[in-house]
């Protein structure tokens, strides 16, 4: 880890991918609110050039790119297009890259960051869960750190600081349940799209927000977690802890436990990471335990929450299993949220997609993103056509 910063220090230049987003817009307030801490040198967004444009010109961003431009919308000058322009960005010269684009779009930039021998701090979960062991075997070549920005991954690392890998028993994630934790399972065919998009505690993007209430989120973060912080399947545990509070633990082998507590406030994990785990002044109130009290944790019930199993042992398979979980998903999220398949039948579909995939051991690049695309393939060709939710 780098020093802390001083009056002299000069400030830490960020790239931004998924600058328009529910994570990108946190970051750029952070940014907004540190100007002598923090430069914004670039900047991709998915689709939406004008909402790029506007981050260009507030942070008089150098270099910004959109992936794939609203057909008709105009792109300003200075802003690049297509997929290339954005591993650019990606690659550009900076102290740290902010990975905020959900999902499989986000392996390529990442990857291009990391071989430029950037620093990446990463909100999304998916590029590790694909490709954890080539990712990190790509950083560790060229000397790339990989920090957390999901909350309950910053959580860990902030228990973790200090301690020794041999002195952890268990990491335990915590889990708001999200808003269907008391809902009967007989009624899951009957939820609806908006239903599902209503978060108890977070306010996400529309992914997020749908794999947090199929607890497909906490699935991808058992990987994620497993990835970085090299910690054993059978030592990653899940709680659910309906206030997200506590957002997550580290039990160690005397017994003792450190937890990290805080308001649900993104900017925090996301300041720490830019930071290089430097703590910044006023990020958030601090959490007021009396006011928030009890504090409650539950098991997970695998019957309502099939996900966070079927993940489990996709991580623990290894390979391309993961990136096929992962993928898989994507489509059945996306069908949802075109009120294409039911709320019941995306774990299904996601495990019907596994099932079918031949297995590869230690994959390639070329291998992973050939999983990806096999089961979007599948997955798509078993969409139930007409299955709509009201
Ligand atoms: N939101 C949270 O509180 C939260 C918490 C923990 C982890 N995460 C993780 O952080 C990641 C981002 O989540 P989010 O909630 O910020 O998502 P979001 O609000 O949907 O924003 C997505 C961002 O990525 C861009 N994007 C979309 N598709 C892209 C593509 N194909 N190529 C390049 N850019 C693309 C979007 O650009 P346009 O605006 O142009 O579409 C937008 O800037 C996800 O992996 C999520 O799991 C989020």
């Known amino acids: 880890m780098t020093t802390g910063f001083t009056a002299a220090a000069p400030r ?3 790239v931004l991918l998924g600058a328009t987003g529910s994570i990108g817009r946190q970051c750029c307030d ?3 609110r540190f100007p002598d801490r923090f430069e914004l040198v670039g900047a991709v967004a998915g689709s939406d050039a004008g909402a790029l444009a506007e981050v260009v010109n507030r942070f008089g961003v150098r270099r910004a790119a959109v992936v794939s431009p609203r057909p008709g919308q105009r792109r300003p000058d ?5 997929i290339e322009a954005a591993c650019e960005v990606a690659a550009m010269e900076s102290d740290v890259v902010c990975v905020a684009i959900p999902g499989a779009a986000a392996l390529r930039p990442t990857l291009a960051a990391i071989e430029a021998g950037r620093t990446i701090a990463t ?3 998916e590029v590790l869960v694909m490709a954890g062991e080539l990712v990190k075997r790509r950083a560790a070549a060229v000397g790339a750190g990989i920090l957390p920005v999901d909350s309950e991954h910053s959580a860990l690392w902030q228990c973790l600081r200090g301690e020794r890998a041999e002195s952890v028993a268990r990491i335990v994630l915590t889990a708001s349940g999200g808003p269907f934790r008391e809902r009967d399972p007989a009624t899951f065919a009957t939820i609806t799209l908006e239903e599902a998009l209503r978060h108890p505690t977070w ?3 529309p992914k997020v927000t749908i794999d947090s209430a199929t607890m497909m989120n906490k699935g991808l973060e058992i990987i994620e977690a497993h990835f970085l912080f090299d910690v054993p399947y059978a030592s990653i545990g899940v709680v659910i802890h309906p206030r997200s509070i506590v957002h997550s633990f ?3 082998i005397d017994g003792a436990t450190i937890a990290q507590l805080g308001i649900p406030d993104m900017r925090v994990p996301i300041a720490l990471a830019i930071a290089d785990g430097e703590r910044l002044p006023g990020i958030a109130a601090p959490v007021q335990l009396t006011a928030s009290s009890p504090l409650e944790f539950f098991e997970v019930d695998p019957a309502r929450f099939p996900a966070v199993g079927l993940a489990r042992a996709a991580g623990e398979t290894g390979g391309i299993a993961p990136a096929v979980l992962n993928a898989a998903n994507e ?4 069908a949802f949220l075109d009120r294409r398949l039911g709320y019941d039948a995306i774990v299904p579909l996601v495990a019907e997609t596994l099932a079918a995939a031949a297995l590869v051991r230690q994959p390639s690049l070329n291998d992973i993103l050939d999983a990806d695309a096999f089961a979007r393939q599948f997955a798509a060709r078993h969409l139930e056509p007409g299955v709509m939710q009201a």
């Not at 200075?78 to 297509?82: D, Q, R, S, T």
């Not at 489509?331 to 996306?334: E, M």
């Open 203 to 205: 306010n996400m993007g």
């Open 30 to 32: 952070v940014i907004a």
């Open 250 to 252: 580290v039990e160690f």
């Open 123 to 125: 909100a999304t979960k």
């Open 331 to 334: 489509v059945a999220v996306a």
């Open 78 to 82: 200075g802003i690049g297009a297509g």
């Open 12 to 14: 830490r230049r960020v």
